[in-house]
Structure formats: structure tokens, C-alpha cells
């Protein structure tokens, strides 16, 4: 299992490994070593395996039984060595314990009937299939966590990530001080070190520079308009000379645990 909150790059992990080894030499020789596809938001049986026909190309139509047949044997075709589930999630997001334990049970019958390794990404919740089911808990004994930046570390991880991002593009003057330590520390509680927002900031700064020479934190803040910060106080704007130096994870503030996930920076392992 690959798990982390939402931002944190899990479906673009999946993206850069399926276009890594689905290579020319592998297409080819008419095999598909590694597929990827999206658990349905209101997931059946059925629905399941017609998601992954789909991302073999197969036909959608049929029963569950049939259509799980059918994807058996596109996989075993199509010599599949990796199958990923991403958004794997949606498997505890609707029903009851018997919806999950019924998924669960359609789950493991597919993943005994495939040569091929099985991977899931999602969610931290996604940990909750396996309280329904110890046979697919066995099945998956071992997960990966994706986290956002810590701030634990002095920031050094989220600099490099930044100056990658802005090393094309930026002046050198700009780069300087977005990458000051103080800057850096700002940014991290901005974003509370998720690496989405951080993209997302980056990117709303680069149109507000439009036309600017100078940067400085009055345009960074005028940068900083996403969902949640509108109407906060100077002391909770991270590029605010007030700001209390606190994660914003207040009550209608941008970071407030998920009631699903929880807390972005969570010990869920």
C-alpha cells in the first residue's frame, strides 16, 4: 500500500512508474507491464472490475463474475507485473461494514486469481478495509507513507523541492529570497508543507509577478489567496511581519484536520 493525505503525490508516483516501465521495447512485444486505474467514488463489485477493463481497453459489459473473468485474462495476456489501484480509499467511503467486508471479499478473490504483484494507494483510511477483512490484511502486509514536508527538519527538504521548482524562470535575485531561511520557514506554514499547495502557491506567485520587479513578502501574501485565508488575521497570515508563527489548523482555517484523515502530519504508519 502506498498511503499518504491528499497532495502529497501519490497519483503522480503511480503516473512517472507506469511511464517509466511501459516503455516501446514492452509495447512492442504487445505486453503492458505496468496499469494503473481509479476505484470507482460509489464502488461495487461490478463497478470494480469495470474499472479495470476499462484500463485495459476490454468491454464494460456483463456481470461482476464475468467481468472479472474477463480482467484475469487481459491481465494474464497483457503479461501485467504491476496492477495499482489508485484512490483505493472509495472502498471504505460508502456503505457499512458489510459493503466493506463484501468489496473486500471481491478484492481477494481477484488478487488470488492474477499473476501479477497488486498494489493500493489512497488515503490514510484506506487502513480501514483491512479491520473487515484479515484474509486481505494478509495479502497486503507491508505500506509506504507519503508525507508532507516536516517541519521538524529545518525546512532543508522543502528549500530543495522550492529551488527545483523555481530554478527555471525565476531571477536569481527572486530565487535568493524566496529560498532565505525565513522565507522557506513562511512558506512551510503557507502550505503546511504539502507538496500540491506548495506547487499550487508557486504558481499563483508567478502570476502575480507578472510585471514585477521586486519580490518581498507583501507579494508573496497577495500570492497566498486560497481557500481559507480571505479573512484571516494578520497574525495567522504566514507572510503578515504579526504572524504567531503557528499551523493553521485552527477552525475554518486552511489546514483544520479532515474529519476522514485527520491532522496532514499524523503518525499513521
Not at 489512497?122 to 508532507?148: D, H, I, K, M
Not at 518581498?216 to 504567531?244: C, E, Q, S
Not at 503557528?246 to 476522514?260: I, N, V
Amino acid at each position: 500500500m502506498i498511503l499518504g493525505v491528499s497532495g502529497v503525490g501519490k497519483s503522480t508516483l503511480l503516473s512517472k512508474y507506469k511511464e517509466k516501465h511501459n516503455d516501446e521495447e514492452s509495447k512492442g512485444a504487445g505486453r503492458v507491464p505496468v496499469v494503473t486505474f481509479s476505484a470507482p467514488a460509489a464502488p461495487t463489485p461490478k463497478a470494480l472490475m469495470q474499472a479495470i477493463n476499462r484500463a485495459l481497453r476490454g468491454p464494460e459489459t456483463g456481470t461482476s463474475a464475468e467481468l472479472m473473468q474477463r480482467a484475469v485474462q487481459y491481465i494474464n495476456h497483457f503479461k501485467v507485473e504491476m496492477l495499482f489501484m489508485d484512490e483505493a480509499h472509495h472502498l471504505i467511503d460508502r456503505g457499512r461494514m458489510k459493503t466493506h467486508a463484501h468489496l473486500g471479499d471481491c478484492w481477494k478473490e481477484f488478487s488470488d486469481q492474477v499473476g501479477c504483484c497488486i498494489g493500493m494507494c489512497g488515503a490514510p483510511r484506506l487502513r480501514l478495509l483491512f479491520e473487515t477483512n484479515n484474509q486481505l490484511r494478509n495479502r497486503w502486509s507491508s505500506s509506504f507513507v507519503l508525507r508532507p514536508f516536516s517541519y521538524d527538519d529545518g525546512q532543508e527538504a522543502l528549500a530543495g523541492f522550492v529551488f527545483t521548482l523555481i530554478q527555471e524562470g525565476v531571477s536569481e535575485n527572486c530565487q535568493q529570497f524566496l529560498l532565505q531561511s525565513d522565507t522557506i520557514s513562511r512558506i512551510q506554514y503557507a502550505t503546511d508543507g504539502v507538496p500540491a499547495v506548495v506547487v499550487k502557491f508557486l504558481r499563483s506567485l508567478k502570476k502575480v509577478m507578472t510585471g514585477l520587479g521586486e519580490l518581498d513578502m507583501t507579494v508573496l501574501d497577495k500570492a497566498w489567496n486560497f481557500h481559507g485565508t480571505a479573512r484571516l488575521p494578520t497574525h495567522r497570515r504566514p507572510f503578515h511581519r504579526d504572524f504567531n508563527f503557528e499551523r493553521l489548523m485552527g477552525y475554518e482555517e486552511p489546514f483544520y484536520p479532515s474529519s476522514f484523515d485527520g491532522d496532514n502530519h499524523a503518525n499513521f504508519s
